[in-house]
């Protein structure tokens, strides 16, 4: 799935036995989610991949119910809480036969605090069950105020009941981003890829990928320069001079001066030095940053300045958002800590890898967050962090900033000067 197709999220939330899988299995038109009466089926989200007409493409959480007693319990509902930040609309579903609404109203409260868009869907198992609904709306009155439909989520024949309802009263959030909002079209762009031993082979990296396939698609054209990161920084003269020579071999080939450089962060030090003053430069950790984060970039860049504020003892975090394999001079856990060690002295460094994120009270410890560039995850879930830190008041900066500013002042200005933010 290329991060190119914004999806809108829609969770699907409610107790166990509500009907909840069998929602997602209305949307999605098929046998997704296992159904059972059996409480608890649905033992942690299942996530799909969909297309609704006139919705657009969206990615549909299928919940555990949040009434689970047990630790496993306590479990689940706290997933089930996280998901809910990561979701645009959250479909409440109740069965109107319920006595008491408790567990209803937390998951409408942490939506609404959440800024989400809430449906209700009320689940009828039988047929008296419609004539609850009233009762239940006087007991919370809550649920009057929020739109709802009310269906039998085992009978297929409400699907376009449902998907009328979503269309009608769900409003996309989700603005497209431009991965180059600086792009022109018939310019040349250079890619700068030092390929090491982390370098997949038979493919690009996502963010090399997708911005070649953006520049290309914009009618603009990228053209890829292989950086040898190890004799460009080598100690040996002809092997470093060797490097620039071809590197500025290349760029005298180019009949039109290309338009801007977007090199790998690592290779700041040299790209500063190389990277001619009539030619923009900026990194793909900046560029993923800015657009997973839907163009939150100056909050990333203000977190910098932390860094000049830094005291021996204090915890910053380092933060990836996959688990890709760490080998050789890898980013996150050799280089950056080498970078601390030499120029942030006594600073403890942690680290946070995969798509869970810490919880609010342990971000509290930090003075800091160092982010990659978050190509692996969605908008919602970036977004949903970005909340967290700023609830706490921990300020946050990426890698691509942070490589920039070790170079200097004039080299972060000249990495976010492509964007305007300088
Ligand atoms: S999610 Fe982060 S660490 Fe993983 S490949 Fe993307 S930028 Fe790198």
Redesign the pocket.
Known sequence: MSVLVERDHIGIFGRMNVGKSSVMNLLTQQETSIIDPTPGTTSDTKYALSEIHCVGPVKIYDTAGVDEPSLLGDKKRKKVFNDIKECDLALIMINPAFIEFKSEEGLIKKARELDKQILIIYNIFNDDDGKKIRECEQKNPVLRFCKKITLKANDERYRKELIDFIIANFKSKNQKHELFPFLEKDEYYVLIIPMDAETPPGRY???QAMSEEYITRNWAYPVSFRLDLGKARSEINEEREFEEKRFNSFLNDFKKRPKAMITDSQAMDIMNRWCPEDIMLTTF?IT?INYISRGKLKEFIEGINTLKNLKSGDRVLVV???N?SRIGEDI?TVQIPNYFKKHFKGIVLEHNFGREFQENENLRRYKLIIH??????SSQKLLARIHELEAVGIPFTNYGLFLAYLQGREALNKVIKPWNLC
């Open positions: 990296l996502r963010p950790s993923m990836e958002a996959c890709h996150g990659c560039g978050g190509c692996m995850i």
